[in-house]
Each structure stands twice: as structure tokens, then as C-alpha cells.
T-cell receptor, first 119, second 112 residues
């Protein structure tokens, strides 16, 4: 089945530094990937839609200059949290969309998530 | 924005019992999906039901969809302690701009 690899699984960084999270589709090409943020005991909040070869589409309220998304190839999307602050500490999850996994509907495969802690 | 609303928010049952979780949504959909998330992990796809389907089974899972009421239910039969996790419903619409919209989730605890 489809596999999405997300790295790193955990990262601790100092306030003011930048952190890059990678999301790779291992056995399929994904023209569209998604980045979510999840706070403890809450649901997933969509941050942005990452489109291969074009600019990402950000959800309302998400700062595009803070959360930089690059989708340079059909198998890799990256999320860079720039100038991270403690309030950026959260669980970040990526997802890759694949047409045809379930026959004429889109299938979504999720990475295992990245726990970001900013100190 | 969150579309799906699951209830109950938390459910605690004894191993062997059945667990029923409900989800409501607000807009038209192409399909509805249920996912499972173990603590601190990514989401695992459980089952997908299309808007023209009313019921679907997969192993110990049974999902129903009522588009007139904009609601779905997930039934896990003969629950096991390993079923302890958070469960989310998510709706998807049609077209190239489709994306999942998640509900708030249900925390299921299965006591051994």
C-alpha cells in the first residue's frame, strides 16, 4: 500500500531558529500534499495545501512567511517553520493525496507526524 | 474549518463490547472516511464510504452513512484493548481541489 515517510519524528529547537520537516511519498507520486497541525487532544487543523511545481495554498489565519512550504518534486514536500517560538510547538502531520487508491476517489496517506518543541 | 462533529467525545467500554461512534457534517460530500490515531502517531485510514453508499463493512468495522441527515456512524464490534485510540471522521468533496475536513475526534478507551 501507499506509504508516506515524514522526518524527523521529533525535534527540539531553540527559539528563533528554523526547522525543516520533510514529507515523502515512497511508492507513488503525489502532486498534492497537505500539512496539518494538531494540538494535544484536538483534531487536525489544515494549514496548507502543497502543490508540486506551484505555490502552496494556505488556510485562513496561517502565516505563509512563517510556515514555508516547498513541493519541488512529485514525491517530496517540505515545511519549514521559520523563526520558531514556543507557541509553534505542536504536532505537525503531512498527508499525500493519491488518485485511484479506492477507485475514482482520492486516497490520503498520512505521515507519522513530527513533534516540534521550541525552547 | 472543522466540519465533522463526532459524538461522544470520549467513550470507555469493556473489552468484548461494541463501540459506536457518530459523526455529523454540514456540507455536501463525495465520501466520508474514518481514521484512527494512536497517541502521538499519524493517522491510519480505516474505511471509506461514498455518498451513494449506505453501509459498508470491513472486518470488525461497520460504517453507515445517511446523507439526508448528514451523519455517519462507525461501529467496532467485539472491541479489544488494542482498539484504544482516537477516531476521526473526515469528509471529502469532489474535484481537483478536494481535501479532507476532519471532525473533532472521539477518544475510545477499551478496558481489558
Amino acid at each position: 500500500g501507499a506509504v508516506v515517510s515524514q522526518h524527523p519524528s521529533r525535534v527540539i529547537c531553540k527559539s528563533g531558529t528554523s526547522v525543516k520537516i520533510e514529507c515523502r511519498s515512497l511508492d507513488f507520486q503525489a502532486t498534492t500534499m497537505f500539512w496539518y497541525r494538531q494540538f494535544p487532544k484536538q483534531s487536525l487543523m489544515l494549514m496548507a495545501t502543497s502543490n508540486e511545481g506551484s505555490k502552496a495554498t494556505y488556510e485562513q489565519g496561517v502565516e505563509k512567511d512563517k510556515f514555508l512550504i516547498n513541493h519541488a518534486s512529485l514525491t517530496l514536500s517540505t515545511l519549514t517553520v521559520t523563526s520558531a517560538h514556543p507557541e509553534d510547538s505542536s504536532f505537525y502531520i503531512c498527508s499525500a493525496r493519491d488518485y485511484g487508491q479506492a477507485g475514482s476517489v482520492y486516497g490520503y496517506t498520512f505521515g507519522s507526524g513530527t513533534r516540534l518543541t521550541v525552547v | 474549518s472543522q466540519q465533522g462533529e463526532e459524538d461522544p467525545q470520549a467513550l470507555s467500554i469493556q473489552e468484548g463490547e461494541n463501540a459506536t461512534m457518530n459523526c455529523s457534517y454540514k456540507t455536501s460530500i463525495n465520501n466520508l472516511q474514518w481514521y484512527r490515531q494512536n497517541s502521538g502517531r499519524g493517522l491510519v485510514h480505516l474505511i471509506l464510504i461514498r455518498s451513494n453508499e449506505r453501509e459498508k463493512h470491513s472486518g470488525r468495522l461497520r460504517v453507515t452513512l445517511d446523507t439526508s441527515k448528514k451523519s455517519s456512524s462507525l461501529l467496532i464490534t467485539a472491541s479489544r484493548a488494542a482498539d484504544t485510540a482516537s477516531y476521526f471522521c473526515a469528509t471529502d468533496r469532489t474535484g481537483a481541489n478536494s481535501k479532507l475536513t476532519f471532525g473533532k475526534g472521539i477518544t475510545l478507551s477499551v478496558r481489558p
